[in-house]
Nanobody, 111 residues
Framework: QVQLVESGGGLVQPGGSLRLSCAAS????????MGWYRQAPGKQRELVAR???????IYADSVKGRFTISRDNAKNTVYLQMDSLKPEDTAVYYC?????WGQGTQVTVSS
């Protein structure tokens, strides 16, 4: 079992920044891929970014150049730095590690 605890969400104005964190505990040695997903009201959950244990990354086209995913393998933690935020980035953001999900953290971009 893997437990994931997210933090860092909140309310931010358009153009602002937020940093999300996701700390994994439990059976973490088997985790290769960690990622962030988001789900806006009335929409399906979608991939935001993914990072592999070796450091390679994948981003959704909608966030390329604005979001940066990183991980600290020693701390079993993955981060999502979100810059130049737009109202359409408003969603609940979920951390995923293997088949495990976090509880989600709300990100609201509004003036």
């Amino acid at each position: 079992q893997v437990q994931l605890v997210e933090s860092g969400g909140g309310l931010v104005q358009p153009g602002g920044s937020l940093r999300l964190s996701c700390a994994a505990s439990g059976v973490t040695f088997s985790i290769n891929v960690m990622g962030w997903y988001r789900q806006a009201p009335g929409k399906q959950r979608e991939l935001v970014a993914r990072i592999f244990s070796g450091g390679s990354t994948i981003y959704a086209d909608s966030v390329k150049g604005r979001f940066t995913i990183s991980r600290d393998n020693a701390k079993n933690t993955v981060y999502l730095q979100m810059d130049s935020l737009k109202p359409e980035d408003t969603a609940v953001y979920y951390c995923r590690a293997s088949s495990f999900w976090g509880q989600g953290t709300q990100v609201t971009v509004s003036s």
